[in-house]
C-alpha cells in the first residue's frame, strides 16, 4: 500500500521553531504508520525550505529524521508535475515546461498537414496546449525572464507551424496569448474560492468584510476582502495576496454568477487588466 505525494509543511521563522513543528509532525506520522501497518520509504522522502537566499543560509545546518533515518535536503523538488525550488522563482520548471511543449510542437507539426482544422484543435489541445496551461495559477508569479522565455513558445510555434502564421493559428484554435490565458485561470480559481469549491486552507486565506456598496439606494451590502500588507514585490504574488485583490474587483455580474459555467461566459467580456492588476 502507498501514499504517494504525501506533504508537511509548516512555517516558521527560526531554524529551531521549523525543527520543533516538523519533529512533532513526524513522530505523529510514525505512529500513524506503525497503526495501519505501513512502513515510509524513507529514501524518497525529502525536504525542502522556501525562502528568500538570505533566509535560506539560516536553514543550511537543518538536519530531520524519519523512522530514525535521516531525511534529504533538497533545493528543488518534482511535486504534482510541477518543479518547486526554494526560491519559487519556478526557473527549472519554466525550463521543463519549454522542453516539453517544444517537443510536442514538433510532433504537431509533422502531424498539422494531415489534419482538419476540427482535428487539428483537439490534437494542439491535447499535444501543446495542456502542457502549457497546466499549474500557471502557481508559476505565474516567475520571474520576467522566465515568463519571456516561456512565452517565447508562440514565436517557435511561428517556426515549427511554417504554412501557419501563428496569427492565423490562434484565431482559428482560439487560443488566447499566455498572459490572459493565466489571468483568466486565476479568475476562475478566485471565483470557485467563493463557492467553498476549493481547499479549506485556500478559503483560511481569505479574511472577508462588508460595506454598504450604493447608499442611495435600498440597503445593499457587496463583500470585500481584506488585502494583506507585503514587504516586497515576490510576496505581492502570493495568492493570498492576488485573490482578494481579484475578488475586490469583480463587479457584481461576476460576483453574482450562479455557477463556474456562468461565470467562465461572463469573464471573456470584462477587462482583465483590471480584474488582475498588479501581474
Not at 499566455?178 to 479549506?200: G, I, K, M, Y
Request: proline content about 4%; aromatic content about 10%.
Amino acid at each position: 500500500m502507498y501514499a504517494d505525494h504525501t506533504v508537511l509543511y509548516v512555517d516558521s521563522s527560526t531554524p529551531n521553531g521549523i525543527k520543533s513543528k516538523l519533529d512533532s509532525d513526524l513522530h505523529s506520522l510514525e505512529k500513524w504508520f506503525k497503526a495501519k501497518r505501513l512502513c515510509p520509504n524513507v529514501t524518497k522522502t525529502k525536504f525542502m525550505i522556501y525562502g528568500t537566499n538570505q533566509i535560506l543560509k539560516r536553514f543550511v545546518n537543518l538536519e530531520l529524521s524519519l523512522d530514525r533515518t535521516p531525511i534529504k535536503h533538497v533545493d528543488q523538488f518534482k511535486y504534482l508535475g510541477a518543479i518547486f525550488d526554494g526560491n519559487l522563482n519556478w526557473s527549472d520548471h519554466i525550463n521543463l515546461v519549454y522542453k516539453k511543449a517544444s517537443s510536442k510542437l514538433f510532433l504537431f507539426r509533422k502531424l498539422r498537414p494531415f489534419l482538419e482544422i476540427k482535428q487539428a484543435k483537439t490534437v494542439f489541445t491535447a499535444l501543446v496546449k495542456s502542457i502549457l496551461d497546466y499549474g500557471d495559477t502557481i508559476w505565474f508569479s516567475c520571474s520576467q525572464s522566465s515568463q519571456k522565455t516561456f512565452q517565447s513558445m508562440q514565436n517557435i510555434s511561428n517556426k515549427l507551424i511554417r504554412s501557419h502564421p501563428i496569427s492565423d493559428l490562434l484565431d482559428t484554435l482560439d487560443w488566447t496569448d499566455l498572459r490572459t490565458r493565466r489571468q483568466q485561470h486565476r479568475c476562475r480559481l478566485a471565483f470557485r474560492s467563493l463557492r467553498v469549491d476549493v481547499p479549506p486552507y485556500l478559503l483560511r486565506l481569505l479574511s472577508k468584510r462588508y460595506f454598504r456598496n450604493r447608499p442611495s439606494t435600498r440597503a445593499s451590502f457587496r463583500q470585500t476582502f481584506d488585502i494583506p500588507l507585503t514587504a516586497n514585490k515576490t510576496a505581492d504574488c502570493a495568492f493570498s495576496v492576488t485573490m482578494p485583490r481579484m475578488l475586490n474587483n469583480f463587479d457584481d455580474v461576476l460576483l453574482d454568477a450562479s455557477s463556474s459555467r456562468i461565470f467562465n461566459s461572463h469573464l471573456g467580456s470584462h477587462s482583465l487588466n483590471l480584474i488582475c492588476d498588479n501581474t
